[in-house]
């Protein structure tokens, strides 16, 4: 049996750009999910049953948007949410290998991690 429900949207950045293949996720109470990944436009049509959702959007390099109680109903009723994404934290990690610092006991270069 096919879903009962759309759910369509557009998910953008905080200038109002258009963020393509992020992730849309429809949460229930009970455990059900239906995902769905924005086009090169922004743009997303999620199919789902009937029911109540917690809405969850994810990028990477953006924080993750949530959008909770949105109540989907039966028919050819869709409602529209477009969702403004914030840019995350990036969490990153670089190494950094200087060969004119050579540990005398070993010989290897040293390495030194940054972490940000």
């Known amino acids: 049996m096919l879903p009962a429900a759309t759910l369509r949207g557009k998910v953008v950045d905080p200038t109002?750009?258009?963020l393509g293949d992020a992730l849309v996720v429809l949460l229930s109470?009970?455990?059900r999910k239906f995902e769905a990944r924005?086009?090169?436009d922004g743009t997303f049509q999620?199919?789902?049953d009937i029911g109540e959702y917690d809405l969850h959007?994810?990028?990477p390099g953006f924080s993750e948007q949530e959008l909770l109680h949105?109540?989907?109903k039966h028919g050819r009723q869709s409602l529209q949410?477009?969702?403004k994404v914030p840019v995350g934290t990036l969490g990153f990690m670089v190494v950094v290998t200087d060969p004119l610092q050579a540990d005398t006991t070993d010989g290897?270069?040293?390495t030194r991690r940054v972490t940000k």
């Open 108 to 110: 290897k270069p040293s």
């Open 57 to 59: 959007v994810s990028m």
């Open 29 to 31: 109470k009970d455990g």
């Open 46 to 48: 999620a199919y789902a």
């Open 38 to 40: 924005t086009g090169p």
């Open 16 to 18: 109002g750009a258009v």
């Open 70 to 72: 949105v109540k989907l």
């Open 81 to 83: 949410h477009n969702l």
